[in-house]
Every structure is written in structure tokens, then in C-alpha cells.
């Protein structure tokens, strides 16, 4: 049964320090969506990757966040600096074209 | 105003009950509609895709109205297990980017 995975699961970091998260989409899935989910803004989307290259990063704070694909087998979203309004849950997603997305369980960040 | 509206809920309806949400989307280019459903504390999984002509799956049914830009699910003889956050989406232009509502709560009570 094929995922999408997510590392970390759980975060707890500073305020100030670098946050980096790493997503294995499913083999032979060529978009990537990430986006974060939080009580008060629901599920926004940060970034969207077809066959690596990126379509859409206009919901992503661009001076601190950052989304590569440095290859077909691993997105990275990071934060540099973090700060304690990024703490959310931080959600990966992919698909065969940008319609069905199958999501990953996430990685539950908390910067202090 | 968000490009894709949803009534937060929460809903909250016996077992075997038919409850319908709606969603409401303001982006008339939007082309692809789809539900998903979220359980408490873990990631969105897709439910059905949204078709012009309405789709059916099992006790779920979805509907599009372009003229007034809507889609809506019914869900039918509620179960305990439908308890859950239901988001729709709604994805705009050839490149399909996608644009999730903040989710309708469902609690099916015994």
C-alpha cells in the first residue's frame, strides 16, 4: 500500500532555529503539494511541484520558507528563521497530475 | 473573503440521519471539485471527486452548481464512523492549484 511519507513526525524547536522537513511522495507521482493546517487559517497551500519543478509558492512567506525538489523522491520544505506563528501542522501531499492528492500524516511543528 | 466558504458546524445529528453540507466557491475558473475527509488529528483523505452531472458513491452523493457556484454532499443513514471534518476543494486553471475550505464538523451521536 503505497504513502507518502513524512519525517519528522513531531517537532519542538526554538524560535530562531532551522526547520527542515522532508516528504517521499509516492513512486511515480510527478506533483507535490505542500501546505500547512492551522485552527485559524484551515489548510493553505505553501507550494506546488510538477515533475520537480515549481508552478506555485504565491501562499508561501518567501522570506523565510523555502520548497525544493532535489529529486523525485524527496521534497524539503524549510524555515529559516522559525518563529512561533509557524507552528502548525505541515502537510504533504502528491498526485499523477494535480487532482487526487494523497496526503502524508504530517509533521507536527511547535517553535518555542 | 476565501476563495472556498464552508459552514464550520458543527453538525451534530443522530445515526441513521441525512445531513447535507454545502460549499460555496468564489473563483468562477475553478474546473475540478472534490470532498475530502479529515479525521481528528490526521491528514485529509479523499472522499469523491465532484462531476457535473453528480456522482453516487454508496450513501455519499455529490453535486455541482456552476450557475451559483456550489457543491454539496449529502450523506445518508448517518453512521458512528462518518464523525469527521469535511473539507471541499476546489482547484482552478490547467494546472489544477487547489484551494481547500476550512472544513464542515460532522458528529453522527448514537
Known amino acids: 500500500d503505497a504513502r507518502v511519507t513524512q519525517t519528522p513526525r513531531h517537532k519542538v524547536t526554538e524560535m530562531g532555529q532551522e526547520v527542515t522537513m522532508r516528504c517521499q511522495p509516492i513512486?511515480?507521482?510527478?506533483?507535490v503539494f505542500w501546505y500547512r493546517q492551522t485552527m485559524m487559517q484551515g489548510l493553505e497551500l505553501l507550494a506546488y511541484?510538477?515533475?520537480?519543478?515549481?508552478?506555485?509558492d504565491s501562499g508561501m512567506p518567501k522570506d523565510r520558507f523555502s520548497a525544493e525538489m532535489p529529486d523525485a523522491t524527496l521534497a524539503t520544505l524549510k524555515i529559516q528563521p522559525s518563529e512561533p506563528r509557524d507552528s502548525a501542522v505541515y502537510f504533504c501531499?502528491?498526485?499523477?497530475?494535480?487532482?487526487?492528492?494523497?496526503f502524508g500524516p504530517g509533521t507536527r511543528l511547535l517553535v518555542l | 473573503r476565501k476563495e472556498v466558504e464552508q459552514d464550520p458546524g458543527p453538525f451534530n445529528v443522530p445515526e441513521g440521519a441525512t445531513v447535507a453540507f454545502n460549499c460555496t466557491y468564489s473563483?468562477?475558473?475553478?474546473?475540478?471539485f472534490f470532498w475530502y475527509r479529515q479525521d481528528c488529528r490526521k491528514e485529509p483523505k479523499l472522499l469523491m471527486s465532484v462531476y457535473s452531472s453528480g456522482n453516487e458513491d454508496g450513501r455519499f452523493t455529490a453535486q455541482l452548481n456552476r450557475a451559483s457556484q456550489y457543491i454539496s454532499l449529502l450523506i445518508r443513514d448517518s453512521k458512528l464512523s462518518d464523525s469527521a471534518t469535511y473539507l471541499c476543494?476546489?482547484?482552478?486553471?490547467?494546472?489544477?492549484?487547489?484551494?481547500f475550505g476550512r472544513g464542515t464538523s460532522l458528529i453522527v451521536h448514537p
Open positions: 476543494v476546489a482547484s482552478r486553471g490547467g494546472s489544477y492549484i487547489p484551494t
Open positions: 473563483n468562477s475558473a475553478s474546473q475540478s
Open positions: 511541484f510538477r515533475n520537480r519543478a515549481p508552478l506555485d
Open positions: 513512486l511515480g507521482h510527478n506533483t
Open positions: 501531499a502528491s498526485g499523477t497530475g494535480g487532482e487526487t492528492q494523497y
